[in-house]
């Protein structure tokens, strides 16, 4: 197998079709562990796709409420961090004084490609100061049906390799706006907050964000904390994730294939009538 800090792999496999077996070199997705710091300090190790790691690191800081802005990071134009090698990416802010170290310890107790798991309690997940998001936000079922195919499309990765999450922002035309992928589907969606905070597009108030996956809690977190008023999967919501999703006003739809979709709330900004109390 040729290996090295890359998004692609190549490994020459045995493939069997209607009885025939031959070998061929197939391109495998790149894994590889992440070593996050910021400072000195160790944070997290997260498996994810190399590329675009300053982007996850700083989308991870974000989400987890250890940073508010760009402005919080030293050097927010710097896209190496500061590495000692390919596999660990260290960030430095401005002012690390003003930094919660027991926040840091209770948000990174586990891998932060694991989600929810780990977590000592489900409240330690609701970040505080998460606002309800644009309200005036619309966009048309038919639109919201083409997106599953642009992101298709523009996931290079996954048609090298099948095996690849991707995130992917919308303008409320369809307009594909910039696309993240990874192992990980949280880190899919890091990225793709990073590259917003880095950009100045925080709070993504006028975007939908299409996930591949389940829709979970933590995405919805995620979301909501980003501004981002709709998100939509391909897959199924958690009970959880939908109660928070209705808790902060976020339009939350998922099993989008085809023609079809489900919405779980906000259903107003579909033109779908009024959400339930």
């Known amino acids: 197998m040729e290996r090295g800090s890359q998004a692609l792999n190549y490994s020459t496999v045995f493939e ?6 031959r070998r061929v070199r197939d391109a495998l997705a790149g894994e590889e562990p992440l070593q996050i710091q910021l400072g000195r300090q160790r944070l997290s190790v997260t498996m994810r796709t190399p590329g675009n790691d300053f982007e996850l690191a700083v989308g991870l800081l974000f989400t987890e409420g250890i940073i508010q802005s760009a402005k919080d990071l030293a050097n927010p134009q710097d896209s190496n961090g500061s590495r000692s090698d390919q596999n660990v990416m260290k960030i430095e802010l401005k ?35 998460i606002k309800r998001p644009n309200a005036r936000f619309r966009i ?65 108030s006028d975007c939908a964000l299409l996930a591949s996956g389940r829709g979970g809690f933590e995405i919805i977190q995620k979301s909501l904390l980003a501004g981002i008023p709709l998100l939509a999967s391909v897959s199924a919501a958690s009970s959880l994730a939908v109660q928070l999703a209705r808790e902060c006003g976020l339009t939350l739809v998922g099993f989008l294939r085809g023609r079809r979709f489900v919405c779980y709330c906000g259903e107003e900004r579909l033109g779908l009538g009024t959400s339930p109390k």
């Open 16 to 21: 069997w079709s209607d009885k025939k077996v």
């Open 140 to 204: 048309d079922p038919e639109v919201l049906c083409s997106l599953p195919e642009t992101l298709r499309a523009s996931q290079v990765l996954f048609g090298r390799t099948g095996g690849l999450h991707a995130a992917a922002l919308f303008e409320p035309s369809g307009k594909l706006i910039t696309v993240r992928e990874d192992v990980g589907r949280h880190n899919a969606v890091d990225k793709l907050i990073g590259w917003a905070l880095l950009e100045g597009r925080i709070p993504a």
């Open 95 to 129: 002012n690390p004084r003003t930094i919660n170290s027991k926040r840091i310890k209770r948000n990174f107790l586990a891998n932060s490609s694991c989600g929810l798991c780990g977590k000592a309690y489900i409240e330690e997940c609701r970040l505080q100061g």
